[in-house]
């Protein structure tokens, strides 16, 4: 049975995968030319400074990109993020069932909280941002928290996830995983609750 649901963020909760790829590669842009098809085969899920480790960046131009692209994120947050029927719906019937829910993101705190607020997402229990782990997704760090935190055991946590990079994580976690395309496919995850309930 779950009784525990941890959401990843960026293209689950919130469509913001492009936003993160925009703000990336507008970061990146003085430095180096960055296509969107190559971010989103490479780089899609990724904290931004292993990205740019990645990319082969060394360390004192990592922190300035890394604050630039920060500084564009929250500026297309307040854009281009808004609420996605689909998750409020699903959100609030977990609500209804009284099932804890909580969000593990590789991004920094301030965009995760930004992201949920413009998203209309409140009522979880927690977040988990990169800056609460030592190694972030596709290390389990974050989820295998994220479950003690619950206090629920890992067969009991139905994990929600899009990126490779995440889905990774979620499996190396141990606990029940669900994926979907976007936020839009969203409603899946009642379906597996329906399912892992009536077992």
Known sequence: MIKGVLFD?????????????????????????????????????????????????YTDLIEKINSEKQEITFKLIQEMIKPVPEVLEVV???????????????????STELLLFHGGVNDFEFII????VINPKPDPEM????????????SEV????????????????????????????????LDELKRYNEE
Request: hydrophobic fraction near 35%; charge should be positive; charged fraction near 30%.
């Open 143 to 154: 989820y295998i928290k994220a479950i003690e935190r619950l206090k629920l055991d890992k």
């Open 129 to 132: 941002s990169n800056q609460e």
């Open 158 to 189: 139905l994990i929600v996830e899009d990126s490779p990079v995440g889905l990774e994580a979620a499996n190396k976690s141990g606990a029940n995983v669900c994926q979907i395309k976007d936020p839009y496919d969203i409603k899946k995850v």
């Open 92 to 110: 609030d019937k977990i609500k209804e069932m009284q099932i804890p829910f909580a969000v593990c993101s590789n991004s920094i705190r301030k």
């Open 9 to 57: 963020l960026d293209g689950v909760l919130v469509d913001a995968v492009k936003l993160h790829q925009k703000a990336f590669i507008e970061a990146v842009k003085p430095y180096k030319e960055i296509t969107e098809e190559y971010h989103m085969q490479y780089l899609n899920g990724i904290p931004t400074k292993k990205k740019l480790e990645k990319l082969g960046f």
